[in-house]
């Protein structure tokens, strides 16, 4: 098997060119075999908040499963440049879990960390995980017929502790002392090579149960740790709910803000047609003033003229005060009309101006939903 944990040499450390063996190759040459290989982006756990994922490649990268055959066992390694980034045995308590339609990971407690891998599809992170499975039954299997035989082989023991003092027996009946020494010493030493081999399958067997146990208590503890992180990210789900709501609320007020201001317009549209009216009444009113003065002009003239029609001068005359004292009261009603309008225009300046600085704030409002939006968005992917 390959080295774990060491950085394997450059080729210009061996001595080799630069076209020399690969991580792969080197496992291969060690009795390791291939026998499935994907790309993906590789991921591990950070060790400090035990949550955040922290990128081991910084592109998709090779990663395979090497069987032994020496040993039985299944590992999966991956190697960026000359760097192993993942060398994980795999165990029959292992679990791969897909979190996301490309995402999947499982927990290694001998390397103590839990590894993650992005795949480009999700057919290819279902094939990674079907794979998974079928090693982890086969390291399964390989597991129960490693117990099967030390059972075979300490039931062996033991009935061949129990055969031999028969035969023993039966020799120191039927030989001589010399036979029974020739006969009983073979025995008792391949008794005793058994009952050696039967001490280091146990001792090995309780070793591995320790291992077993330790796994599961990491297990445990990454679970809880999954767990904790879980319900800490359901919390800020509800807490940006409740934001989102509140948002929501102000988004209506605005709304209702922008509906009675759409009012106030309406009733400014009306104000204008008003405003024009009395525009046009008021170019009614001065068109009437220059014929009044024309007539006045032509009386003026009839009277110069002819000034025996004195009578008729005065009756004129009266006539003309009379025009000039409406004239008046015309004049009057105009700068009147003219007041009208430049209030009139004041009030419409003053709306147009407060319903400007409104949609300055209605703007500035939406961009901060905007922005609270693609927050959630975000939050929610990284979940």
């Not at 090497?66 to 292992?94: E, L, Q």
């Not at 009437?288 to 029609?309: A, S, T, V, Y």
């Amino acid at each position: 098997m390959c080295e774990v944990g060491t950085r394997p040499p450059l080729a210009a450390e061996r001595g080799e060119p630069p076209g020399g063996a690969t991580a792969a190759e080197r496992c291969r040459d060690m009795g390791e075999q291939p026998i499935f290989t994907t790309r993906a982006h590789v991921f591990q756990i950070d060790p400090s908040t035990k949550k955040n994922w922290v990128p081991a490649s910084k592109q998709a990268v090779t990663v395979s499963y090497f069987y032994d055959s020496t040993r039985n066992s299944y590992r999966i390694i991956s190697v960026d440049g000359a760097k192993v980034i993942i060398n994980s045995t795999i165990t029959p308590n292992m679990t791969f879990t897909k979190t996301s339609q490309k995402f999947g990971q499982w927990a290694d407690s001998r390397a103590n960390t839990v590894f993650g891998l992005g795949f480009p599809s999700e057919q290819q992170l279902t094939k990674f995980a079907e794979k998974f499975q079928e090693v982890k039954e086969a390291a399964k299997l390989a597991r129960d017929r490693s117990q099967e035989k030390i059972e075979t082989s300490s039931n062996h023991s033991q009935e061949s502790g129990r055969e031999t003092p028969s035969s023993t027996r039966a020799s120191s009946v039927n030989g001589t002392d010399d036979e029974k020494a020739s006969h009983g010493g073979p025995a008792e030493a391949h008794l005793k090579s058994e009952n050696d081999k039967l001490k280091i399958a146990l001792a090995q067997s309780s070793s591995n149960v320790k291992k077993w146990e330790t796994e599961l208590q990491t297990l445990r503890e990454s679970n809880a740790r999954l767990t904790t992180a879980l319900q800490e990210s359901a919390a800020s789900i509800e807490h940006w709910k409740k934001q989102f709501s509140a948002c929501k609320e102000e988004n209506d007020q605005l709304r209702s803000k922008i509906e009675e201001l759409e009012e106030q317009c309406n009733e400014i549209n009306k104000e204008k047609e008003r405003n024009a009216q009395l525009s046009r009444r008021l170019q009614e009113l001065e068109t009437e003033l220059q014929d009044k003065e024309l007539e006045l002009e032509e009386l003026r003239k009839q009277g110069e003229i002819i000034p025996q029609l004195m009578s008729e001068c005065e009756s004129v005359s009266q006539q003309l005060q009379a025009a000039e004292k409406k004239n008046k009261d015309l004049e009057e009603k105009v700068r009147t009309l003219r007041t009208e309008v430049e209030e009139s225009k004041h009030r419409q300046t003053n709306l147009k101006t407060e319903l400007k600085n409104f949609l300055d704030v209605l703007d500035g409002k939406i961009d901060e939903l905007h922005d609270f939006r693609q927050g959630l968005s975000k939050l929610g992917v990284d979940n």
